[in-house]
């Protein structure tokens, strides 16, 4: 940005997003560097010997499934934790990732003067000091009560002593944390008086990006398929995430993700449709909403939400067939995808409400006739926002916000004039009655199917 002749001094304030469930470990002593740095030397060379490990744990590593238990256990059960801190133990959340530490690198452990996500690593750099864990973020490590915004004590013991002190408190997202370092002023030309809010986790900050209000669904339509949800009263539960609201600090966000998208999609078009996005989409057309009562479960992949892998088709009698017509194949697939997400988002706490808009983007929300069925099942119109930097526009909006007042002004004030999504598809007329009586018969069939992998589910 320096070499391309970008004005710094114009910068009054600014957030960041880090890759959520991330954690860096500051070895003692780091702050004592953090805060001095010379502005004649790039970082990395001023702070490779602050770190107490050197290959952090990322979102990647699923080696903390003894620690899971162990946290779960220790707060009387999976629906327990989830009811606590949003979601029930995942081995990739930083508590687990900070137990296993402790455990099998007490050293290392117990030379960490700080540890940080990785959003509020970034904001230390900028802070030249240790930044605080916001909410947002913070409610994706399983540690933190996220009716009360504080850690939880059971959940701190449950990982490594004296936690709490290497953690911080946490603080609400929207928070301006501090004025730039001295550093970025004398290297960069930063203002001093320049504020650093907050950053917080990417997925909190994409729903910051694409404005999500209070109803609003955002459906990310890719590779596998993500549900963002603003939510005012959570449900927590076995499946999905609820984080703290990025923008909103009475309310909440949840997170629901999808393994079996764009991939199955494609794959039934390929064996349906000759490989023809064309041909797929005059199926859609050319079936009628409710596919005459036949309803499809297809996990090609094991699925996330729920724990299933398959392929299970279902007649209008509830009775399992081996295939389909190609174009109710194709029709029961995309009912049964948003079927799916509508169902499982629902026992999040999730109500459509008059006002919900869903926000579509990924590749698939180029096809006009897989969003008319989404706007059909959901019984809410669906818009198209280009999201490709989500992530980082809302970093922008929230530095904006936290400049602005934070929690004492709403972030749709702050973010009303930024461009608005295009409508694509509006439900069609007589859709929700097809699809509230669709509704149940879909969840029944799941749990069956779940019940037949599994056994009798809690």
């Known amino acids: 940005m320096k070499a391309s002749g970008f004005d710094f001094s114009q910068v009054v304030a600014l957030s960041g997003a880090g890759q959520q469930h991330g954690s860096v470990y500051w070895k003692t002593g780091a702050s004592l560097v953090l805060s001095s740095l010379s502005p004649a030397l790039p970082l990395h060379q001023q702070l490779q010997a602050c770190f107490s490990i050197s290959d952090c744990p990322?979102?990647?590593?699923?080696?903390?499934?003894?620690?899971?238990?162990?946290?779960?256990?220790?707060?009387?059960?999976?629906?327990a934790l989830s009811c606590l801190t949003g979601s029930r133990a995942y081995e990739r959340f930083t508590g687990n990732q900070i137990a296993k530490l402790f455990q099998q690198n007490p050293e290392a452990y117990s030379h960490s003067e700080r540890i940080s996500l990785v959003s509020s690593f970034a904001a230390s750099l900028f802070l030249g000091g240790y930044s605080p864990i916001d909410y947002s973020d913070g409610s994706g490590m399983n540690l933190l009560k996220i009716q009360e915004k504080v850690w939880s004590q059971a959940c701190l013991g449950a990982c490594a002593p004296r936690l709490e002190e290497k953690l911080g408190s946490p603080v609400p997202s929207c928070s301006v944390v501090g004025a730039i370092s001295s550093y970025y002023v004398q290297r960069y030309g930063f203002p001093p008086a320049c504020k650093v809010v907050a950053f917080t986790g990417d997925n909190p900050a994409s729903l910051a990006g694409m404005r999500l209000e209070e109803g609003d669904i955002a459906v990310s339509l890719g590779t596998s398929d993500t549900l963002f949800l603003w939510l005012q009263e959570p449900t927590p539960a076995l499946e999905g995430h609820i984080f703290c609201n990025p923008v909103d600090v009475q309310h909440y966000m949840a997170l629901l993700c999808f393994k079996n998208g764009s991939l199955m999609r494609e794959k039934i078009r390929d064996e349906s449709a000759s490989g023809s996005w064309n041909k797929f989409s005059k199926a859609l057309q050319s079936t009628e909403m409710g596919n005459k009562g036949n309803l499809g479960f297809y996990f090609d992949v094991m699925e996330i939400t729920p724990g299933i892998m398959g392929r299970h088709r279902f007649n209008a009698e509830n009775i399992e067939v081996s295939a389909f017509p190609g174009d109710v194949e194709i029709r029961a697939l995309i009912e049964g995808q948003?079927?799916?997400?509508r169902?499982?988002?629902?026992?999040?706490?999730?109500?459509?409400?008059?006002?919900?808009?869903?926000?579509?983007?990924?590749?698939?929300?180029?096809?006009?006739?897989?969003?008319?069925?989404l706007a059909d099942v959901f019984g809410a119109p669906v818009y198209v926002i280009d999201t490709t930097s989500s992530a980082c526009v809302g970093s922008a909006y929230r530095a904006f916000h936290g400049l602005?007042?934070?929690?004492?002004?709403?972030?749709?004030?702050?973010?009303?004039?930024?461009?608005?999504?295009?409508?694509?598809?509006?439900?069609s007329p007589g859709a929700s009655q097809v699809y509230e009586a669709l509704l149940p018969r879909y969840a029944q069939l799941e749990q069956r199917i779940l019940s037949q992998a599994w056994g009798p589910l809690e």
């Not at 602005?404 to 439900?427: D, N, Q, R």
């Open 58 to 79: 990322i979102w990647m590593d699923s080696s903390t499934t003894a620690q899971c238990r162990q946290l779960e256990a220790a707060v009387g059960g999976a629906r």
């Open 338 to 341: 948003f079927m799916a997400k």
């Open 343 to 373: 169902i499982h988002a629902e026992g999040l706490g999730y109500r459509v409400m008059p006002k919900t808009k869903i926000l579509a983007t990924g590749g698939a929300s180029h096809n006009k006739d897989i969003l008319q069925v």
């Open 404 to 427: 602005a007042g934070g929690t004492g002004v709403a972030f749709s004030e702050v973010v009303k004039s930024a461009p608005h999504p295009s409508l694509a598809a509006t439900p």
